[in-house]
């Protein structure tokens, strides 16, 4: 069984796409990293359910359209409607071979511990909020909530294997917090 700690958001299932069951979706990889992926997997009644995707074409830049495996009426495709879209996390680092920020969706970074630029802990990504125009990190700090810019501008480095992430923060920012 698929576990939510397995996964990692990629996008969103948009609307049917004709009459064949194909699904428009808009995502946050590009195509080829979307190729590589085994399958695609989204929640459906509290089950991670995974998806085989038979073709994929691009619709714009972050809009594709799919055929997926079994899906083959805009009926049985409207019950993807509004549904995230997850890979798995260990494929989806193998097929990402750009160590930059900019090549992981935000929530690849929850369980992150976060550090200021001059060494000191910030506090252990626990969720992202992409709800703003700007997302946003939020950081536990003892028990305390801080909600830290998400911006790659900001990010100095990350370490895949200590699951570090080192950002240099504008002197008074964790203060606004308060």
Known sequence: MIQREELI???RYNKPHGVAGEI????????ETLGELSCLVSDIDGIFVPFFVDACRPKSSETVLLTIDGI???Q????LVNHDIYALKREYMQSSLDADADAYPLDYFIGYELMDSDNTRVGEIIAVDEQTENAIFIVDRDGE???VPATDELIVEFDMDKKVMVMDL????????N
């Open 145 to 147: 909530e801080l909600m």
């Open 170 to 177: 504008p002197q008074g920012l964790l203060d606004l917090n």
């Open 24 to 31: 428009s979706a808009t995502i946050d990889i590009d195509i």
């Open 9 to 11: 958001a990629i996008g």
């Open 76 to 79: 049985e495709a409207s019950r």
């Open 72 to 74: 083959d009426s805009e």
